[in-house]
Every structure is written in C-alpha cells, then in structure tokens.
C-alpha cells in the first residue's frame, strides 16, 4: 500500500474516533473499573479513594473529549485543505489549553495518588507542544498572508 497524506488523516481521525470510544466506554464504567482498581491496588485510603477516583476521571473526561472533538475538526479542516487558517490556528489553542486544564485535574488529584503527578507532566508537555505547533500555524499564516498580498 502506497502510504500518502489522505490516509495518514485517515489513521488519524480513526485513532481519534478510537480514543472516543474509549473515553466515553471508561466514563460509563467508571464506578465498576475504580471499584476494581483500589480492590486490586488495595489503596491504603480504601474508602475515600474510591469517590477521589470517581471525581477524577468524571472532571478528567469533559477535558478529554473535549480535545478530541477539536481534534476531529481540526482533521477535517486540513482532509479539506483548509491547512493555515484562522480556525485552525484557533482550534490548536483550545487543544492547548484542553490539555493545560487536564494537566491540572491530575495535578490535584496527584495529592491524594502520586502516580497522578506524572500524567499531569505529560499533559502539562503535551499542552507546551501544542502551543509551539499553534505558533508554528500562526507564523505560516502570516506568511501566507504576506504573500498573498506581495502578488
């Protein structure tokens, strides 16, 4: 198979479609998986772990999709050739800072699990490598602009 850009978009968009699936499936079996997870991690804070986790994953969520359905648009934007615009531009911030409020639900929430501190560094990365990828677009854009006008 020849690999080309339509079907790297193609992987892409299914990878977030999957991602999708995926949230929303831990989202409605949230209370059974973190039932089994403080069963099986014997957490030394059994009874309140449980809501902790609870509220957790429920704020982690709205974040989480969130960025997945910018994702979405932004795929779409660039399958239909609308690569260095506005809304694109725009559309990578929101990822951007999507993934700054997902950074800080895993900050609090490291308080009471420690493991939570390291997903919030990476989300806390994921967000500086967004912004530098929105700034990139936004200086391509300027470009653009420019050189529409020098003709």
Known sequence: MNWSSKNSIRLSRLCVVLFGAAAL????????????????????LKNQAEALLLITLYTGGIPAVYILWQLWRLLENIQSGKVFIPRNVQ?????SWGCAVGAVICL???????????????????????????NVFQQALLLQEDADYTI
Not at 29 to 39: D, G, I, N, R
Request: with cysteine; aromatic share 18%; hydrophobic share 65%.
């Open 25 to 44: 499936s831990i989202l409605a079996s949230a209370p059974w998986l973190v039932k089994a997870f403080v069963e099986f991690s014997r957490a030394a």
């Open 108 to 134: 609090i929430s490291g308080f009471y699990y420690l493991p939570f501190f390291v997903i919030a560094a990476c989300a806390a990365f994921m967000a500086l490598i967004v912004r530098v990828v929105k």
């Open 91 to 95: 559309l990578l911030r929101r990822i």
